[in-house]
């Protein structure tokens, strides 16, 4: 009989599982991130028990089927402020696959939604390979209470052109890097006496909190930070890193970033960006600050870098030599706690890609 209920492992545990369960199903055919111990314990606060509840697994008997985790956020729609969530990971063991274990996990999630006033969970889902399960599997066999908002792209930024051609499992894009390589300029800092920049400090929460809700209040959708979240992302509880551009004393923009290893025809070192919030920036000093944070990567072996793009940041930000857009390969998508709701359009997002 199949027991869907809070998982009881350790982040080691969960992350070895999660990443088998990929690698079993997409290896050599997709890229399969490699979400660690120290992601989760960061992302998913697992150390702090009152968080285990928001980790939903299957189990038969003592044996694990799958999970699906989430992490509660603040979300606006206009100027209605509510409580949802940010879900991801879903993975089921391939022992278990064509046994309803992924429609059990959606079910006790939506259930776990309910019982919180949770309005919904919001994640991705995967279009841009055919081996991709997500799809299928939201779009398909749960359409009663998932609603698709739009698709998604990225920015890339490449570091390491042989590192990065090497990796891609694409080999008309791998040979098309090792060729414009020549044309990719490194990151640089321009030097001026007015900008520094510099790691966030605890005493810098209050300014970015205001910063970035500010720099994101044009997003249809987005997460409404306080200063509890937005000092995690900072990088002040550990894992995630960020940079702060003070203008002749005064902090005016801010980006966040993690590396999160990929494993394409090898595994590799990717730099995620997060939080570029640089609205109160001159062009100058936005440019020196986003550089400042793929040094900082680079420097941490980062092979690529990647940026979500739904609309959260100014136009034309990435629009530089060196920087690569990549055409829509995920699905943004809500599934609702309770019947779904109808939505208005929402074409500027700004939430985490997880």
Same mark, same amino acid.
Request: with cysteine; glycine share 6%.
């Given at each position: 009989?199949?027991?869907?209920?809070?998982?009881?492992?350790?982040?080691?545990?969960?992350?070895?599982?999660? =990443?088998?369960?990929? &690698?079993?199903?997409?290896?050599?055919?997709?890229?399969?991130?490699?979400?660690?111990?120290?992601?989760? +314990?960061?992302?998913?606060?697992?150390?702090?028990?009152?968080?285990? &509840?928001?980790?939903?697994?299957?189990?038969?008997?003592?044996?694990?089927?799958?999970?699906?985790?989430?992490?509660?956020?603040? =979300?606006?729609?206009?100027?209605?402020?509510?409580?949802?969530?940010?879900?991801?990971?879903?993975?089921?063991?391939?022992?278990?696959?064509?046994?309803?274990?992924?429609?059990?996990?959606?079910?006790?999630?939506?259930?776990?939604?309910?019982?919180?006033?949770?309005?919904?969970?919001?994640?991705?889902?995967?279009?841009?390979?055919?081996?991709?399960?997500?799809?299928?599997?939201?779009?398909?066999?749960?359409?009663?209470?998932?609603?698709?908002?739009?698709?998604?792209?990225?920015?890339?930024?490449?570091?390491?052109?042989?590192?990065?051609?090497?990796?891609?499992?694409?080999?008309?894009?791998?040979?098309?890097?090792?060729? !414009?390589?020549?044309?990719?300029?490194?990151?640089?800092?321009?030097?001026?006496?007015?900008?520094?920049?510099?790691?966030?400090?605890?005493?810098?929460?209050?300014? &970015?909190?205001?910063?970035?809700? +500010?720099?994101?209040?044009? &997003?249809?959708?987005?997460?409404?930070?306080?200063?509890?979240?937005?000092?995690?992302?900072?990088?002040?509880?550990? =894992?995630?890193?960020?940079?702060?551009?003070?203008?002749?004393?005064?902090?005016?923009?801010?980006?966040?970033?993690?590396?999160?290893?990929?494993?394409?025809?090898?595994?590799?070192? !990717?730099?995620?960006?997060?939080?570029?919030?640089?609205?109160?920036?001159?062009?100058?000093?936005?440019?020196?600050?986003?550089?400042?944070?793929?040094?900082?990567?680079?420097?941490?072996?980062?092979?690529?870098?990647?940026?979500?793009?739904?609309?959260?940041?100014?136009?034309?930000? =990435?629009? +530089?030599?060196?920087?690569?857009?990549?055409?829509?390969?995920?699905?943004?998508?809500?599934?609702?706690?309770?019947?779904?709701?109808?939505?208005?359009?929402?074409?500027?997002?700004? !939430?985490?890609? +997880?």
């Amino acid at each position: 009989m199949l027991e869907v209920r809070s998982f009881d492992g350790t982040a080691e545990e969960l992350s070895d599982f999660v =990443f088998q369960q990929w &690698c079993a199903t997409y290896e050599g055919r997709m890229l399969v991130p490699h979400w660690g111990a120290d992601y989760f +314990r960061w992302q998913l606060q697992m150390d702090d028990p009152q968080r285990r &509840c928001h980790l939903i697994a299957a189990y038969r008997g003592a044996k694990l089927a799958g999970v699906v985790l989430h992490f509660p956020m603040q =979300f606006a729609i206009g100027k209605d402020v509510f409580t949802a969530s940010q879900a991801s990971w879903l993975s089921v063991s391939p022992e278990f696959r064509g046994q309803g274990v992924g429609s059990a996990l959606n079910r006790g999630s939506r259930a776990f939604h309910r019982d919180r006033k949770l309005r919904f969970q919001l994640g991705f889902a995967y279009f841009g390979h055919r081996a991709s399960l997500a799809s299928r599997f939201w779009l398909k066999s749960q359409t009663d209470n998932t609603t698709p908002i739009r698709s998604a792209g990225f920015w890339i930024r490449i570091l390491d052109s042989k590192a990065t051609a090497e990796w891609n499992l694409n080999r008309w894009e791998s040979g098309l890097t090792t060729i !414009v390589s020549p044309l990719i300029p490194p990151p640089k800092v321009d030097s001026r006496p007015s900008l520094t920049i510099r790691p966030a400090r605890t005493d810098d929460v209050t300014t &970015c909190l205001a910063l970035v809700n +500010r720099a994101t209040s044009h &997003c249809d959708l987005r997460i409404v930070w306080n200063e509890e979240t937005l000092s995690r992302q900072l990088g002040l509880h550990g =894992f995630s890193k960020s940079l702060v551009a003070q203008v002749d004393g005064e902090v005016k923009g801010f980006v966040t970033f993690h590396i999160l290893p990929i494993v394409g025809r090898n595994k590799v070192p !990717v730099g995620i960006l997060d939080l570029v919030v640089v609205s109160d920036l001159a062009s100058s000093d936005r440019n020196s600050l986003v550089d400042a944070a793929l040094l900082a990567l680079q420097q941490e072996g980062a092979a690529f870098v990647l940026k979500l793009r739904v609309g959260d940041h100014p136009a034309g930000l =990435f629009l +530089r030599r060196g920087w690569y857009y990549q055409l829509p390969q995920s699905h943004v998508l809500v599934t609702w706690a309770e019947d779904a709701q109808k939505l208005p359009p929402l074409k500027r997002l700004h !939430v985490l890609w +997880r």
